[in-house]
């Protein structure tokens, strides 16, 4: 019998390889309280809340990115759900000709670089002479979203007996009602983690965006933005304000997904 | 008692598609695929065939503007020295980077999946979900914040009397800089943390399937814990790190974000599609170069899959 204790130095570099994946994030926190704007000295030579007024009150240059990145992220997460789902339907249970194929296109857009699927994106637009627009943006994030929401989706569908749907068929049910009445109810928790996944991916996406949004500050998203700040900063602890908010908006669902498909064989996070 | 139809008659139109959908399963098939096909085929799959069309037209060295005619001149032009250069100190990094993260997984990865049980399993798996899924930038602007001169990293080599390390790190040919933050190690430290979880997931996995039986079958047959780990555990897990390395290498292959805020502006392959295609105008060497890291892909995933990566992922 093998000892169920582990040996000191496996633990210690496990438990030392999880801090150094969190311990870099709460220095982010730290320096949105420092007194010091031009440098990033440590330890901070004072302590102050005042950035949180000034990023709320005088920098109206971070409201619109924050509403595109909103607007952004919803509108994708929607198709994304819509598209997902019909796949994922499409997929379970059923074999045909080409399924192996379209798994595989699905896979694609998350499994290529970000680069390549940017500029391949920018290069169509170049071609069809499409103008750059927020619907450009939407078009690139909605194409990478619809994997995360399918394989959400998927998961659910295959723990799913098909019993449910054959007795809710017996029972006299059409295919709609079946839909609204049995399928979605089953479905809804893991498709309300796909969709937050979704969104959490699209709101903090960059390196798509930049080729999908033009140069113009109205197609400029937060993390746009943020990017801009990091080659130029200026007033450094008001980026670290901005960037608490979007760690915040991007943690808050992951967690709500990690929740909602607990105990199941999803697992939410693998997609990415 | 009246006879009735053992199948309820249809009564409207939902009715009906449901019987069609019954004996017609094809078409609620079809129904169901086209529009995220349509999407995917014309979106995805167009704009990758745009990508390719471009790269086999030229530029006009004089004018500027794009030659639409076929042409193998821009391929030709990744072979010069300077552009050479960028795709072979791109693919070094990626392998650096790919070897570091297997080197740095393996013991959480392991951890995880023999001794974790319980509370601590799920915190070991949130652990490494929430720093793969959150925010990109924020993490790399936190790597700005450590690898400063002035930042948490100088301060504590001062405080311990041991910046003569960092002094002598940087001083190494080809890694110079004036502080970790503008030296090309400090861009191969922000790759290895950023990419880090898409390595430990697939392994922990692989992990996971090696039944505790062999582990105990190869203590008993005398082999030390080296022994053990050499000819028992690596084997059965290299296909989890073979699925990790695909996200790690591919990942490396492509960033242009992280070698823009970190390092010498050495340039990288991703930097040079995004800076051709912006400031430069040069769309279809940009094209070109993005057909380079597909390429590298498919020859990577082809070797991955004979060695059994996908049955890991």
């Given at each position: 019998?093998?000892?169920?204790r582990s040996?000191l130095s496996?633990?210690?570099a496990a438990?030392g390889?999880l801090?150094?994946l969190?311990?870099p994030?709460?220095?982010?926190f730290?320096?949105a309280?420092t007194?010091e704007e031009?440098?990033?000295q440590f330890p901070?030579?004072g ?5 949180f007024?000034v990023a709320?009150n005088?920098?109206?240059d ?6 595109l990145?909103?607007k952004?992220?919803t509108?994708?997460t929607?198709?994304?759900l819509v ?10 249970r ?5 399924r192996?194929?379209?798994?595989l296109l ?10 390549i699927t ?7 637009f170049g071609?069809m002479?499409i ?6 943006i939407?078009?690139?994030h909605a194409?990478?979203c619809i ?5 959400n989706?998927v998961?659910r569908?295959r ?12 029972l006299?049910?059409n ?9 979605l109810?089953?479905m809804?928790?893991?498709?309300l ?10 709101f903090d996406?960059?390196i ?5 949004a033009g140069?113009?500050?109205e197609s400029?998203t937060l ?10 900063p200026?007033?450094r602890?008001v980026?670290n304000v901005v960037?608490i ?9 992951i967690?709500a997904?990690?929740?909602?498909t ?5 697992t939410?996070g693998?997609?990415k | 008692?009246?006879?009735s139809?053992a199948?309820?008659?249809?009564k409207g139109?939902?009715?009906?598609l ?6 017609h399963p ?5 129904i169901?695929l086209?529009p995220p096909l349509?999407?995917l085929g014309?979106?995805y ?6 990508l390719l069309l471009q790269?086999?037209?030229?530029i006009?060295e004089f ?16 072979l010069?020295?300077s552009?050479?250069d960028i ?16 080197a740095?997984a393996?013991?959480i990865?392991?951890y995880?999946?023999r001794y974790a049980?319980?509370h601590?399993?799920a915190a070991?798996?949130?652990?490494v ?6 925010s990109?930038l924020v993490?790399?602007y936190?790597w700005k ?18 910046s003569?390390i960092i002094?002598?790190?940087?001083s190494?040919?080809g890694m110079?800089?004036?502080s970790?933050s503008t030296?090309p190690?400090?861009?191969f430290m922000?790759f290895v943390?950023?990419?880090?979880p898409?390595?430990i ?11 505790n039986?062999?582990?105990e079958a190869s ?14 555990i ?5 296909p989890g790190?073979?699925?990790g390395?695909i996200f790690?290498?591919?990942?490396t ?6 070698p ?6 050495a340039?990288f392959?991703?930097m ?8 430069a105008g040069?769309?279809?060497l940009a094209?070109?170069?993005?057909v ?7 020859i990577?995933?082809?070797i991955?899959?004979?060695m059994g990566?996908f049955?890991?992922?």
């Amino acid at each position: 019998m093998l000892s169920d204790r582990s040996p000191l130095s496996l633990r210690a570099a496990a438990i030392g390889g999880l801090l150094f994946l969190h311990l870099p994030i709460l220095l982010i926190f730290l320096y949105a309280f420092t007194t010091e704007e031009r440098s990033f000295q440590f330890p901070p030579p004072g302590l102050t809340t005042q950035w949180f007024g000034v990023a709320w009150n005088d920098r109206p240059d971070i409201w619109p990115p924050l509403w595109l990145s909103l607007k952004v992220a919803t509108i994708a997460t929607a198709i994304a759900l819509v598209l997902g789902t019909l796949v994922a339907a499409a997929m379970t249970r059923t074999a045909f000709f080409g399924r192996d194929q379209i798994s595989l296109l699905i896979l694609l857009p998350i499994a290529l670089p970000g680069v390549i699927t940017g500029m391949a994106l920018r290069s169509a637009f170049g071609v069809m002479d499409i103008p750059f627009s927020v619907w450009t943006i939407v078009l690139g994030h909605a194409t990478f979203c619809i994997v995360i929401v399918y394989n959400n989706a998927v998961a659910r569908l295959r723990r799913l007996s098909g019993g449910i749907m054959e007795a809710s068929a017996d029972l006299g049910a059409n295919a709609f009602q079946t839909f609204r009445h049995v399928l979605l109810p089953n479905m809804g928790s893991a498709l309300l983690a796909g969709g937050m996944l979704a969104f959490a991916l699209s709101f903090d996406e960059v390196i798509v965006t930049i080729f999908t949004a033009g140069s113009g500050t109205e197609s400029k998203t937060l993390p746009i933005w943020m990017l801009d700040e990091l080659i130029r900063p200026r007033q450094r602890p008001v980026t670290n304000v901005v960037a608490i908010v979007v760690f915040a908006a991007t943690l808050l669902p992951i967690l709500a997904a990690y929740y909602l498909t607990r105990g199941g064989s999803e697992t939410a996070g693998m997609g990415k | 008692m009246s006879s009735s139809p053992a199948i309820l008659p249809a009564k409207g139109p939902a009715d009906r598609l449901t019987a069609l959908f019954w004996r017609h399963p094809r078409v609620l098939l079809a129904i169901l695929l086209t529009p995220p096909l349509l999407w995917l085929g014309v979106v995805y799959l167009g704009s990758l065939a745009a990508l390719l069309l471009q790269s086999f037209y030229s530029i006009d060295e004089f004018s500027g503007v794009v030659k639409e005619e076929f042409t193998l001149k821009t391929y030709a032009e990744l072979l010069r020295p300077s552009n050479f250069d960028i795709l072979l100190r791109t693919v070094l990094m990626a392998a650096a980077v790919t070897l570091a993260c297997a080197a740095l997984a393996f013991p959480i990865a392991y951890y995880a999946a023999r001794y974790a049980k319980g509370h601590w399993k799920a915190a070991f798996y949130l652990g490494v979900m929430l720093p793969l899924w959150s925010s990109y930038l924020v993490k790399v602007y936190a790597w700005k914040l450590i690898l400063a001169k002035e930042g948490i990293i100088g301060w504590a080599a001062e405080q311990t009397h041991t910046s003569w390390i960092i002094d002598g790190l940087l001083s190494i040919p080809g890694m110079e800089g004036s502080s970790l933050s503008t030296s090309p190690l400090g861009t191969f430290m922000v790759f290895v943390y950023i990419w880090l979880p898409y390595m430990i997931l697939p392994m922990q996995a692989s992990l996971e399937r090696v039944p505790n039986s062999m582990l105990e079958a190869s203590a008993d047959l005398g082999a030390s814990r080296g022994q053990t780990f050499r000819t028992v555990i690596l084997p059965l897990a290299l296909p989890g790190v073979i699925a990790g390395s695909i996200f790690t290498f591919s990942l490396t292959l492509g960033d242009y974000i992280i070698p823009q805020i970190i390092g010498n502006s050495a340039n990288f392959i991703g930097m040079a599609v995004y800076q051709l295609q912006g400031t430069a105008g040069n769309i279809p060497l940009a094209a070109a170069f993005a057909v380079v890291p597909i390429l590298i892909m498919l020859i990577y995933l082809a070797i991955a899959r004979r060695m059994g990566a996908f049955d890991a992922l």
